[in-house]
């Protein structure tokens, strides 16, 4: 009886140590699948001496799944911070705006602040594995009399990812 004991506990510990094998490869998984959710900035500047034009920042935010897995529901985060007043122009539907050729739709969360937080959720709801998914050709507008520092960094969710995922890049400006 007291030999059954002892195999019964030495299985026991050793199924404890092929979960923690089996974890370990299951959070290694995860990052890996993580590093490739890419998403960046793809942009141009338009800088003017005119003191009556705007200065105009032309971007796209890209995001590429290179897993294994298709991606459901994708949401990006645009989050825009300026010592003055930016206009953010875009093809998104929102509150006041709804256009059927939109594939973006602004949303709008608890806790994000309407100047500065640019939350768009897609028409298209799955993004599979190797597909690319593009918010393309928004603006950044401020006037060109007002010196201006902005950063503008992105951020990608989905069901598989709740927490996000920054983008590899972000945009800069110090004028």
């Known amino acids: 009886m007291e030999d059954t004991s002892l195999l019964i506990e030495k299985k026991i510990e050793d199924i404890k140590r092929e979960m923690e094998i089996l974890k370990d490869k299951i959070i290694n998984i995860s990052i890996d699948n993580e590093k490739s959710i890419i998403s960046y900035f793809n942009c141009s500047m338009n800088f003017t001496k ?3 034009e705007e200065h ?3 971007s ?3 995001i590429q799944n290179n897993t294994n897995i298709s991606l459901t529901n994708p949401v990006i985060l645009i989050k825009i911070n300026g010592s003055n007043a930016i206009d953010f122009l875009g093809r998104f539907n929102n509150k006041t705006i709804h256009d059927e050729k939109a594939q973006w ?3 709008e969360t608890e806790d ?6 640019y939350w768009l959720k897609s028409k298209q ?3 599979k594995p190797k597909e690319t998914l593009v918010f393309s ?3 950044m507008k401020w006037a060109s009399s007002h010196e201006q520092n902005i950063h503008v960094s992105g951020y ?6 709740k927490k996000g995922i920054p983008s590899l890049n972000s945009v800069s400006i110090n004028i």
């Open 137 to 139: 050709g928004f603006q």
């Open 112 to 117: 994000m602040d309407e100047k500065s937080d």
């Open 50 to 52: 005119n003191d009556s």
């Open 56 to 58: 105009i920042i032309f």
């Open 156 to 161: 990608f969710y989905c069901d598989q990812y």
């Open 60 to 62: 796209d935010f890209v």
């Open 125 to 127: 709801t799955t993004l």
């Open 105 to 107: 739709e602004r949303v």
